[in-house]
């Protein structure tokens, strides 16, 4: 198991850009796939971005694709996720994720078993 506390969520005008970390209590280099999934009020909580445990693979959701970066820094063990050109429909809470288990880089809630707190992310006009 591995304890993962999200930070950097906030407030923001569209357009504007936010990073989120994500600090593992131990190793991440121990985990194998990480993401990052949202839960926006009344919706279903869903993927974001994923990465392979050296980094090298990365998956997007179209929805981010082109303004979100996920990476990872196993020597600081901190996920990241850069988001460009903010918007409205980015409010959300956003929730790391980590997978001790098989890598799959499924996109699916099941596909990790150990999550963080959440961040909250919030893009006003």
């Known amino acids: 198991q591995v304890q993962l506390v999200e930070s950097g969520g906030g407030s923001v005008q569209a357009g504007g850009s936010l990073r989120l970390s994500c600090a593992a209590s131990g190793s991440i280099d121990s985990t194998y796939c990480m993401a990052w999934f949202r839960q926006a009020p009344g919706k279903e909580r869903e993927v974001v971005a994923r990465?392979?445990?050296?980094?090298?693979?990365?998956l997007y959701a179209d929805s981010v694709k082109g303004r979100f970066t996920i990476s990872r820094d196993n020597t600081k063990n901190t996920l990241y996720l850069q988001m460009n050109s903010l918007k409205l429909e980015d409010t959300a809470m956003y929730y790391c994720?980590?997978?001790?288990?098989?890598?799959?880089?499924?996109?699916?809630?099941?596909?990790?078993?150990?999550w963080g707190q959440g961040t909250q992310v919030t893009v006003s006009i």
């Open positions: 994720a980590a997978s001790t288990g098989a890598c799959s880089l499924g996109p699916l809630i099941s596909d990790y078993n150990n």
């Open positions: 990465i392979s445990k050296s980094g090298s693979i990365t």
